[in-house]
């Protein structure tokens, strides 16, 4: 079976340009999170979607970044324009409401901003 | 409230060393709790779980007790390898699963 695929798996791009991740998680899985790990603040969550729908976009840093769910088996994270300190590893994970809350994570994308 | 705090590192050992990771939790009621591992250039992986009060969750030589006592969930194993060189995540399933920082683990030969 399918894990959880993101894309790119790496990304390099100029200040100001816009970044587009994309995330694809597991068949039959209704809940989807996105996370960024930095050496300087580890692993920090940045929003998460149960069945689609947005439900805590508290992590989420700043306007610069949005994210969708437009159906169950795609998520995009965008950030618009993109600045260096936004250089990270950012993973995909996702979940089936009402499991044991195991998540299962995408081998992540790395972005680096110059 | 609802945290996970766990011993942070990074923590080298020699093969073979005896392996303990610290984690304790707070939380309302008895969630699952959960260990994952992040090897190098992946993403995080679930290791063991454990779903209720005293369940020993165990895999890959890797073992923690779920110990209501002390709100606990120490991750140990008897004899580290090289390959088990990883960075270490004590979590619990909230709406949103609450992740510690992370214990980084060396292994040398």
């Known amino acids: 079976d399918a894990g959880v695929i993101q894309s790119p798996r790496h990304e390099v791009t100029e200040m100001g340009q816009e970044v587009t991740l994309r995330c694809k998680p597991i068949?039959?899985?209704?809940?989807l999170f996105w996370y960024r790990q930095t050496m300087m603040r580890g692993l920090e969550l940045l929003i998460y979607?149960?069945?689609?729908?947005?439900?805590?976009d508290s992590g989420m840093p700043e306007d610069r970044f949005s994210a969708k769910m437009p159906n169950a088996s795609f998520s995009t994270l965008k950030i618009q324009p993109s600045e260096p300190r936004d250089s990270a590893v950012y993973f995909c994970?996702?979940?089936?409401?009402?499991?044991?809350?195991?998540?299962?994570f995408g081998e992540g994308s790395r972005l680096t901003v110059l | 409230g609802n945290s996970v705090t766990q011993m942070e590192g990074p923590v080298t050992l020699s093969e073979e060393a005896f392996l303990t990771i610290n984690c304790t939790y707070t939380?309302?009621?008895?969630?699952?709790l959960f260990w994952y591992v992040q090897y190098p250039g992946e993403g995080l992986q679930l290791l063991l779980k454990?779903?209720?009060?005293?369940d020993k969750g165990s895999n890959k030589g890797f073992e923690a007790t779920y110990r209501k006592e002390t709100t606990s969930f120490h991750l140990e194993k008897g004899s580290v390898q090289v390959s088990d060189s990883a960075v270490y995540f004590c979590?619990?399933?909230?709406?949103?699963?609450?992740f510690g920082p992370g214990t980084s683990l060396s292994v040398i030969p």
């Open positions: 939380a309302t009621g008895y969630p699952s």
């Open positions: 979590a619990r399933p909230y709406d949103k699963v609450i």
């Open positions: 068949s039959g899985h209704n809940s």
């Open positions: 979607f149960n069945n689609n729908v947005p439900i805590d």
């Open positions: 994970a996702s979940t089936r409401l009402g499991d044991t809350g195991e998540l299962f």
């Open positions: 454990a779903t209720k009060a005293d």
